[in-house]
């Protein structure tokens, strides 16, 4: 889809790869349908304009301004709560929000879904904006109820949101811990099939699993240390100490 | 935060490039994102510049990931970073988010 409208080249590969991450955005997923993940897709878009949002931000403590979000209107107060947080000011979530956000009713589940949309349209909409392209229209949602398949394995380790550990995974996840093992990864895996879905992303945008410590070999036009480099000036100006 | 020039390359070949490309895409400034957009063009490549806006967008996204589930650094790492992250204050803002509320 990106490089339909790119004055810049896209590896066949990654637009493939945006191309199934929005055709997944548009189905029902495990615990949202499909209108209720493009719902989420746009706040996610809408939420940098919103002006609580940029006091917040100015804040030295963001959870000391009350108000209402600037939102579209199509969502409950505490989901919009939740994608506008994540989108504006992510470096200064804590723990005690994320049990508030539950314990306003967002399950734990919905929870990681709603956070795998934001970053796959997170993902996607900085990349346009890096190659100077507007971002895509969002798909139009597809019928169908969302499959609500919880994997057994999943519990509550050192993360906020429930996963599963690298070596206990069951038979329906065997495909996906494979490799060596990282913490990011197990971070969406509540939710198995946003865990995947990101992580295709990942090798298309960044670099597979194999190729990240491969270094006799480049894969990408920019060099490892250009990609390590430019991903922690990323991370550091959200101030994600991960 | 030290921005832009003041970063300089960190010793790696187009890096001060790399950086303020970096700075760009997560800024509100059009105009500099448009000079960085095509200052790796130049330098580098078109191809560049594609991977680049790529790998920004994921870390964009990945960040998100990380903080909004609570995903901790792993033990190893913590500990092979230890001496770093205590030298320039990394391990500080654990601490000073404890505090936010």
């Given at each position: 889809?990106?490089?339909?409208?790119?004055?810049?080249?896209?590896?066949?590969?990654?637009?493939?790869?945006?191309?199934r991450?929005?055709?997944?955005?548009?189905?029902?997923?495990?615990?949202?349908?499909?209108?209720?993940?493009?719902?989420?897709?746009?706040?996610?878009?809408?939420?940098?304009?919103?002006?609580?949002?940029a006091?917040?931000?100015?804040?030295?403590?963001?959870?000391?301004?009350?108000?209402?979000?600037?939102?579209?209107?199509?969502?409950?107060?505490?989901?919009?709560?939740?994608?506008?947080?994540?989108?504006?000011?992510?470096?200064?979530?804590?723990?005690?929000?994320?049990?508030?956000?539950?314990?306003?009713?967002?399950?734990?589940?919905?929870?990681?879904?709603?956070?795998?949309?934001?970053?796959?349209?997170?993902?996607?909409?900085?990349?346009?904006?890096?190659?100077?392209?507007?971002?895509?229209?969002?798909?139009?949602p597809?019928?169908?109820?969302?499959?609500?398949?919880?994997?057994?394995?999943?519990?509550?380790?050192?993360?906020?949101?429930?996963?599963?550990?690298?070596?206990?995974h069951?038979?329906?996840?065997?495909?996906?811990?494979?490799?060596?093992?990282?913490?990011?990864?197990?971070?969406?895996?509540l939710?198995?099939d946003?865990?995947?879905?990101?992580?295709?992303?990942?090798?298309?945008q960044?670099?597979p699993?194999?190729?990240?410590?491969?270094?006799?070999?480049?894969?990408?036009?920019?060099?490892?240390?250009q990609?390590?480099?430019?991903?922690?000036?990323?991370?550091?100006?959200?101030?994600?100490?991960? | 935060?030290?921005?832009?020039?003041?970063?300089?390359?960190?010793?790696?070949?187009?890096?001060?490039?790399?950086?303020?490309?970096?700075?760009?895409?997560?800024?509100?400034?059009?105009?500099?994102?448009?000079r960085?957009?095509?200052?790796?063009?130049?330098?580098?490549?078109?191809?560049?510049?594609?991977?680049?806006?790529?790998?920004?967008?994921?870390?964009?996204?990945?960040?998100?990931?990380?903080?909004?589930?609570?995903?901790?650094?792993?033990?190893?790492?913590?500990?092979?970073?230890?001496?770093?992250?205590?030298?320039?204050?990394?391990?500080?803002?654990?601490?000073?988010?404890?505090?936010?509320?």
């Open positions: 889809m990106t490089d339909e409208v790119s004055p810049y080249p896209v590896r066949a590969d990654l637009a493939a790869a945006h191309a991450a929005w055709d997944r955005l548009a189905r029902a997923g495990t615990w949202l349908d499909g209108p209720h993940r493009g719902r989420v897709a746009a706040e996610a878009r809408h939420a940098p304009g919103c002006a609580l949002c006091r917040r931000k100015a804040a030295l403590s963001p959870y000391e301004l009350e108000g209402t979000h600037d939102g579209r209107g199509e969502l409950p107060g505490n989901w919009i709560e939740m994608i506008h947080r994540i989108v504006t000011d992510p470096g200064r979530l804590t723990h005690a929000w994320y049990q508030r956000m539950l314990a306003s009713g967002i399950a734990d589940t919905e929870y990681v879904e709603i956070v795998s949309v934001i970053a796959h349209v997170t993902a996607i909409d900085t990349f346009a904006r890096g190659l100077g392209n507007p971002v895509q229209p969002l798909p139009a597809q019928p169908g109820g969302p499959s609500r398949y919880r994997p057994p394995e999943a519990r509550q380790n050192e993360a906020w949101a429930p996963n599963i550990a690298w070596d206990e069951g038979r329906n996840e065997a495909d996906y811990f494979a490799g060596p093992p990282a913490n990011i990864r197990r971070a969406l895996t939710v198995p946003e865990a995947r879905s990101f992580f295709d992303l990942v090798g298309h960044y670099m699993g194999p190729a990240m410590r491969d270094f006799g070999r480049e894969y990408r036009a920019i060099t490892h240390a990609i390590e480099l430019l991903a922690g000036r990323i991370s550091a100006i959200n101030q994600c100490v991960y | 935060m030290t921005q832009g020039a003041a970063v300089g390359d960190c010793g790696i070949p187009e890096g001060a490039l790399l950086i303020d490309f970096a700075e760009a895409i997560l800024g509100d400034n059009e105009a500099r994102l448009a960085a957009r095509a200052a790796i063009v130049s330098a580098m490549s078109s191809a560049a510049l594609v991977d680049a806006a790529g790998v920004a967008g994921l870390f964009n996204a990945i960040d998100r990931v990380a903080d909004a589930t609570g995903t901790p650094l792993e033990e190893a790492k913590a500990a092979d970073t230890a001496s770093l992250r205590e030298a320039i204050g990394i391990d500080e803002f654990d601490a000073v988010r404890a505090r936010l509320e």
